[in-house]
């Protein structure tokens, strides 16, 4: 997959369907020069363009610097003449920011480097390139690595800086990937959002300038995610180029589009610079650069969201549920709040076993004396009030009725009125002589801190020990303010990761939901630890075609939490049909989250079998490719028939026998002719067998993908259909 070729100093890296190549400038220098659609090992330096007049330095001694200002770089530092965003900056004790990288060696090896303390890619099938730099006058190293799986138009990057000299530098910015990209021709894919409208996703042309998207929060954020894909005009959902990038990290991040004077594009991904700093000290310490994700595609956003889903299935994701029937759970957030007693958890509780769930978890209020969201984070001991004698009679309770049980945690967070603020106030982060900003009537723990997490975790194993609890969900609901050196905001990420790697290897049966007031957290840095994660608070059918539309972009659907909930919708007071809501949670993880004992009959009726359907159809969501038919961020309107007014998408198992095929109509017309829905994903010369409008049907592959199937004019705003096809030797 990787070759060298000697010659050219060129460095190839090959996956099915794209190369990746960079080379040696006579000075050392590393280059970026090319990326896209597979092509042959040859030499393709010229595509550098460092020949060009009059920027050669070897020619015009004068001109060094317009030279570093165009040259291609892989990993660009500063201070040498190149004034476009840098990859990596770093200072010595003398206040100097200035770093020349050159090449010292490289190896090509099987297998990859894993950081101990950073989430990162796994697995066999995989080889790295491994490029040593140099910057000679202070003796700082940087390794570069470039890793490609078997199979995967990916490229995994990141860097190792290592200090072996004898003195302490700064690290001022350390980002994971930078490609200059030779043209201007593209325009960005990103999502943005806010609580409860998380991936809204914008697609705008690149302009002179630089376009980026970031977080300062200490998490990634509501607001962007640490996501962004270069398309071409022309691209489309099944046809046309895509560079997508991502990282695997849950912190501060940016990621940038930079147009270049000569209208290049120099793209970026890493740890927001912004109030960053690490101090690398001296004789031999390490930094660990997180990986970022990089995937080409020449089959439109579609092809490059598979890759993202496959790697991140086969590479990233630990849990024994990655292939796993997960269980359908009952969440009791929407359902009571924080108003509960044992009495009314056990009434959900039975009612939602009569109807076949299989899990029940116990959301926010059942530590302290937590009545409302203003107290008693830290203080991990179940209300007696509301639970006399524990969790046990609850959970004994759940389990006489076959059910599993889960249990809510916020385990990065202390409120002020807690037992565990009153014993250590230094255990919130917050600076010395300034007050600290509350949120939510909370405030967040140092996790840079051992001691604190050791604090925390004690309490958990505690209660984890004290029942049979198989999920988890950990909820995240603030930012960090107040962060009294540049240092903390990674070093409390790494207190994070340190927390979630206990919980995962000491109870790997557990099945762990990440999530964050919401999405806030919902990064391909929390997939290392938990398969699925809370998409948002916003649980209305309409709204979450746009979030989990967004979502897979980059992020697996069976990652993707998602329930069905009451109407009118607790975000938007809307009402949608339950059919509805429950296929539309398909697109994703399934549960319920509402109070099953106050649904009509006829809701209740559907529940046992939207189960049922659910197991017989999850593993193609959790393992099958999917195809998004159509885009709900398309303008709607008449005019805009053709993709307005309705989503839909696709599952395919990975022998092609085996899809599902998902329509929701989202405004209804009326004297409205069918829609005429084109399927993709399908092998041309299969024979599929469905059902539509209660006839059964076989049509080819060709057909379903060229002619499409007709569905008719549903009666009602967001109302649905469900179809699955399997191949048939007819
Ligand atoms: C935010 C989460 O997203 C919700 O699902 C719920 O767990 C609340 N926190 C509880 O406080």
Sequence with gaps: MITYLESARQFQLDTPRASYVLALADEGFLCHVYWGKRI??????????????????????????????????????????????????????????????????????????????????????????EITMQDAPSGLTVRLSYTVFEGLDAVI???????????????????????????????????????????????????????????????????????????????????????????IYSGNFTAQAELTQFCQTRAQIGIQPEDFAWLLQSDGCRFDVPEAVLVYSDEGL?????????????????????????????NNWEATYFDFSLEKLCGIAEEAARLGIELFVLDDGWFGRRDSDNCSLGDWTPDQRKLPGGLKPLTDHITGKGMRFGLWFEPEMISPDSDLFRAHPDYAIGIEGRPRTQSRAQYVLDYSRREVRDAVWEQMKKILDSAPISYIKWDMNRQLTEVPRAELWHKYMLGVYDLMERLVTGYPDILLENCSGGGARFDAGMLYYSPQIWASDDTDAKERLRIQYGASLFMPPAAI??????????????????????????????????????????????????????????????????????????????????????????????????????????????????????????????????????????KTGAYLMQCGLLIRNLWGDMTSVQIRLKATAE
């Design 561 to 698: 939490g998602s329930h069905v909930s009451v109407c009118p919708n607790h975000a938007t007071g809307r009402n949608t049909p339950f059919a509805t809501r429950a296929n539309v949670a398909m697109n994703g993880t399934f549960g319920y989250e509402l109070n099953v004992a106050s649904l009509s009959d006829d809701e209740k009726a559907q529940i046992p079998e939207q189960i049922a359907r659910w197991h017989s159809i999850s593993h193609l969501i959790r393992e099958g490719a999917q195809y998004r038919l159509a885009n709900p961020f398309a303008p709607s309107g008449f005019a805009a028939q053709a993709n307005a007014d309705y989503d839909a998408w696709m599952y395919i198992s990975r022998d092609r026998t085996d899809a599902l095929l998902t329509y929701v109509q989202i405004t209804a017309e009326a004297n409205m002719k069918s829609r005429r829905i084109k399927l993709a994903g399908l092998d041309p010369e299969m024979t599929y067998r469905f059902a539509l409008d209660g006839t059964e049907h076989t």
């Design 302 to 330: 579609g092809g490059m969201s598979r890759t993202f889903h496959k790697l991140f299935t086969d590479h990233l994701i630990r849990s024994k549920y990655r292939y796993a029937e997960r269980p359908v759970l009952i």
């Design 157 to 247: 990057r990141s860097a190792v800086i290592e200090n072996e000299t004898a003195q302490d530098v700064t690290l001022r910015r350390v980002l994971s990937a930078s490609v200059d990209l030779d043209d201007d021709r593209f325009e960005m894919i990103s999502l943005y959002g806010s609580w409860a409208r998380e991936r809204q996703m914008q697609r705008v042309p690149l302009h002179h300038g630089k376009q980026r998207i970031d977080s300062m929060r200490g998490e990634s954020s509501h607001q962007y995610s640490p996501f962004f894909a270069l398309v071409r005009p022309e691209t489309t959902e099944q046809t046309g180029e895509a560079y997508g990038f991502t990282l």
């Design 40 to 129: 042959a090992p040859q030499d393709l330096t010229d595509l550098m363009r460092l020949g060009e007049a009059p920027f050669v330095p070897s020619q015009n001694e004068r001109e060094r610097a317009s030279f570093m200002d165009c040259a291609p770089f892989e990993y660009p530092a500063a201070g040498t003449g190149d004034y476009r965003e840098p990859a990596f900056v770093m200072e010595t004790p003398d206040g100097g920011r200035t770093c020349d990288l050159r090449y010292v060696s490289h190896r090509i090896y099987s297998g990859k480097y894993n950081s101990a303390v950073l989430p990162h890619t796994w697995g066999n099938g995989c080889e790295t390139l």
